[in-house]
C-alpha cells in the first residue's frame, strides 16, 4: 500500500484479533497511518460474517482504516499465507487466550523464526502466565479483579462497573504504546520482541492513586460518590437549573472559589482552612457551598469561575458534549463516507500532531473485501485464490 504520508505510514501491521481490546491497540496504529489488514475468518471456514453488527456504530468505529481478508488459520495452506505475510510486516497483534496462538501454530516463537523483525503484541483478560492466565476474561471481570468497581458509586452502595469498557480500551492503549517503544528499540537492536498486556494489568495500572495509597500506607480505598477521594472541595454541586463540578482543594484555589462564591471569610474558617480540616468536615464544607451555589444559574458559576480561575464544568449527556461550542473545535467526531451508510461520523483521536495530522482514510472493509488484491501481491494466482476459497482456506 502507497505511503499515505502520516507517521506510521511505513509499519505494515497484521490484526489478528476480535473483541476489543486487542482492535482497540490495533486502530490506534491503523489511524495514524499504519498499513493494516484485518484478518477474518472466511465464511463457511471458522466463522460466519454478521453483516449486521459489521454496519453497526461500534464495530464501524473500531475498524475504520483497516484493509480486510479472510483466512483460515486452522488450515496448513491459511497458514502458509499467514506466514508469507509475517515476512514483510512489522507488527502483529491478537488477543486469543494464551494457549490459543500456540496450539495454531502462530505464536511469537514461530512468527520471530519467519521474521526475527516482527514486533508480536498480545492481550488476554489476566496475564500470559498464572493460575488465571486460561480463563477467558472480559471487561466487566477485569473491572472487579482490578478493584475500580469497589471505588465507583455512591457510599454503601455496593460494586458499581465504570460506565464504559475502561480495561478493553486502556490494555488496547498501552499495548500500542508498548509495540511502539518496541519498534523504536528495534531501530537500535534490529530485532523484533513480544510485547503483551491484559486488561487485569491495564486496570491495577489505571488504579493509579488509589493503588499507590494501599501500597505505601495500607489505606484500601472506599466509594466516595462524586467526591474526589483526598482532595476537599471537589465534587458535583446543585445549580437552579442543573448540575456543575467544583474542583477546588488547593489552598489558592481554595481561597478564589470562597471569594467567588461571596463568602471569602469561608477560607478562614478553622474548619476549612486547612486541607485536613476540609477532609474531616467534607459533608459540611460541600453543603455550605452547595446551599450558595443552587441559588443561581450553571452559566452563572461558569462563567464566574472561569474569570476567576477555579475549575469548574457542566455536566453533560453525551448529545450535550458534541454540541459544546469547545468540543466542537476539537474535531472529535470526524467523519469518513461509507458506500452504503454514507457519511459517517466516528470517534476521533485525542492526540493531534501538526504536521502529520490523523485522517480517516477508510471505513470499516467489507469481510474479505481486499483478500484477493492482498493474496495477487504475496504471488498467488486467480485459479490459486479460486482454489483456496472453495477449499475454505480463505
Known sequence: MASNNMPLSRFKVIDLCRARAGPTCVRQLAD???DTIKVEMPEGGIGVDDSETRLGFDFFNIHRNKRSMTLNLKSKKGKEILFK??????VVVENFRPDVKHRLGIDYKVLSKINPRIVYGSI??????GPYSGRAGLDQ???????????????????????IPMCD??????????????????????KGQWVHTSLTEAMIQLMDLQAARYLNGGDVPKQQGNNHPTGVPTGVFKCSDGLINIQ??????????????????????PEFKELSGRQKNRDKCNAFIEKITKTKTMKHWIDLFAKAGVPCGPIYSVDQTF????????NMDPTVTHPKLGKVHLVGQAVKMARTPQKMRMPTPDLGQHTDKILAK?????????????????
Open 378 to 394: 504475496l504471488g498467488y494466482s486467480k485459479a490459486d485464490i479460486k482454489a483456496m476459497r472453495a477449499d475454505g482456506d480463505i
Open 85 to 90: 505475510m509475517v515476512k514483510e510486516a512489522d
Open 169 to 190: 480500551l486502556t490494555s488496547g492503549l498501552l499495548l500500542a504504546q508498548g509495540i511502539l517503544m518496541a519498534l523504536l528499540e528495534r531501530e537500535v537492536s534490529g
Open 124 to 129: 488476554s483478560g489476566f496475564g500470559q502466565e
Open 141 to 163: 471481570i477485569a473491572q472487579g479483579i482490578g478493584g475500580i468497581m469497589s471505588v465507583t458509586g455512591l457510599p454503601g452502595q455496593g460494586p458499581v462497573r465504570v460506565g
Open 32 to 34: 495514524w497511518g499504519a
Open 323 to 330: 454540541a459544546d461550542p469547545q468540543v466542537k473545535t476539537l
Open 248 to 269: 477546588a482543594a488547593t489552598p489558592h484555589l481554595f481561597k478564589r472559589l470562597c471569594t467567588g462564591l461571596g463568602v471569602p471569610e469561608m477560607a478562614d474558617k
